[in-house]
């Protein structure tokens, strides 16, 4: 194709070559080195910007999920391992909130089970739901909403008696640390302007931020409010994870995410504005080992350590509220 | 499997037109099953109610506009810049070259991530847009850069490959016979190697037409706004399953007519790229 002026293209193209090679050396060397992601709680968020008083409810938020003390972490510690029979292989469909906390629970789960391995498959709830229904397999499905769990219950996926409830989180207001909107309080998200990130109704966390929002309206705001929030968003995500993504690049002045995005979070990442309690949604995640599995001794063995105190516990490190 | 010198003289023809026949079968099938299964999955009643949910109307529009734009901007921009890219050298052709098909390879969430991070709001490029009152992401603008961004390759490697082989002796003939550069590219280039174009067209069309990660990713999904029809089909999968099935069988109807379409339009055998 090209015709060759012979030196000039083959050294362009050795050095076009090397330049690649070193970029992913430098990329793999800099994975290899980093350490664990964060398992400490991080502290609360820099001093509060907003000093606003009435009509709204809260100024900037400090922390927003219980904190772990170092006393309650001594309890609980290292798993002891377990040894039992089942030395399987659990693949365990789960909800996309628990990403940042998902290579903990593995291995503290292989650690507990030695010879069981864990895999997740992480995604919003309504897509791996659907991946099930079209014959996926999956040992184990956490999922983020009790009305896909009852769905999956009633189309006969679930083995009924293994279905658990397994911990819960709150709806919470994050914005970019710089806080390009300039967004002080709850009632600024209905300014025009405003660029607000949100998920899909049919994730699990979009269908808890309507009803935020609609309890919002109905006690301290009003429907006027209520439709301004929704002319301002851009764009509807289809998991949770991407609307802190779509933050964290500042590219949306405010997104609607889970508590424990908030607190897992390294410090700075992010401002947050909590939503009072009797305004928000409790959105409870519940754990079932499913009829296909076939691995249902190391199904079994996870879902003993996802209800157990080590398990509640990574779950609680994360930001998640225990039941 | 029998060496073909054992098969006896008389059963060759045979089995020939035999193993013929199962390979081109099984080529077929495996291209053309899925798509029927599509539209065996949802009955008719429910297909045409579906056509009428807002959420599908405007994702074939926002589809069908963005896509045409996105082509018409690759097939304006894109064919002049070949043409110089193919008749002049100049310092680091080699590297546009390379760089004119790295949207190939790029995995399209890639991509998106990349124009996310240039042109976003707090992007490099962006934030001085943004000064200027501009925003670029998460608006339509942003649907057609991603299209254009990893569809154009498709155009420009044809029109590149055809332009490479196109007989320098028919330009230089209407050189001699006084006409200008452009008017040689207009008159003699374009019309012959037209086909060729309108083939890469074709697949730059469908490209465009079919963007998923990097339009998530760069410009949202927002429906009217941004929400393309892969979007609305992965969108509606997961909520209602008609409406899903009956976007992806309009994006089928759809492909299968332009490739009819050119097909009766260009009568010549085409190179492809």
Redesign the interface.
Known sequence: ??PM?QS??KT??IL?GIVCVLLLATAFLAGCTSTAPQSQTPAATPAPVSATPAPTPQPLVTTAAPVSTPAVAATTGTPKPTFTPSQGNVVAYTAASLSGVSPKLASDFEKMYPGDQVVFNLD?T??L??QVENGAYADVFISASNSYTNMLKGEGYFVNSTVHPLTSNYVIVIL?ASN?GNIQSLADLANPGV?I?ME???VPAGTATVAVLANLAKSTYNADWNSSVFKN??????SEPAVAT?VS???ADAGFVYESTYTAAPKNTYLAITIPKKDNYLQTYTIGILKGSTSTGASADFENFMLSAFGEQDLKDYGFRPL | MKPAGSIPEQYRRTVTYIAAGFLILSVTLYLALPIAALFLRITPDLFFSSLSDPQVTSALWLSLFTSVISLGVVILVGTPFAYVHTRC?YP?K??V??LIDLPLVLPPAVAGVAL??LY???GLVGRYFSMAGISI??TTLAVIMAQIFVASPFYLRQAK?LF?QFDLAYEQTARTLGASPLRTFLAITLPLTAGGLVSGAVMTFGRALGEFGAT?MFA????GV?QTMPLAV??G???NLASGLTISILLVIISFGIMIAVRLLSSKEVQHA
Do not use: C, H, W
Request: no cysteine.
């Open positions: 194709m090209i002026k000039l293209t362009s193209l076009i919003g309504q897509a739901k659907t970019p390009p660029k990130a899909d109704k049919s968003v851009v764009t509807y995500e289809t779509k690049l500042g590219e | 050298s680091g080699v590297l070259d390379t996310l991070v976003g709001r707090a992401a998460f490959s490479e998530i949202g999904n927002l429906p941004t992965y969108v999968m997961e909520s």
